[in-house]
């Protein structure tokens, strides 16, 4: 079965980075399922929520937009070109920066931002934006 992403692209259109949500960002679903787990099961559903939601989040930049789905049964999906984005933030807290994940805020022309919260590595998320924004504008 192909990845929702891999199932969007539009002819001409290619991968430049794809990204994860961090396990560590789940930490509390891991935690509170693995506390639990001897509570008659309890902890189980914690750690298939944590594993639903490690396994159905979806972020990439493609050589014409940065595309991130979340969801299994309910998907929630954001679509921004590369040329509509004004700017990228990277917010990670002490713990983020020891364990290497944080939130990236996309902000869209106009009012629209897009945080995405959790992103392992989001600097080599960050990067590969800028670069693939940089070659979209060199075609142009």
Do not use: C
Not at 36 to 41: E, K, Q
Not at 101 to 121: K, N, Y
């Amino acid at each position: 079965m192909s990845s929702y992403v891999e199932g969007a692209l539009v002819e001409g259109e290619r991968i430049v980075h794809a990204g994860r949500i961090s396990a560590w960002a789940l930490w509390h679903l891991i935690g509170l399922g693995i506390i639990l787990l001897p509570a008659f099961g309890i902890g189980l559903v914690f750690l298939i929520i944590a594993y639903v939601r490690y396994q159905s989040t979806e972020l990439a930049v493609t050589t014409k937009r940065v595309i991130v789905k979340h969801g299994f049964i309910r998907r929630q999906t954001v679509e921004i070109n590369l040329s509509k984005v004004e700017s990228i933030q990277v917010d990670q807290g002490v713990l983020g920066r020891m364990l290497n994940f944080g939130t990236l805020i996309v902000a869209g022309t106009g009012t629209s931002h897009a945080p995405l919260a959790g992103i392992a590595d989001p600097m080599a998320f960050r990067k590969a934006f800028i670069e693939a924004q940089d070659e979209g504008q060199e075609g142009i």
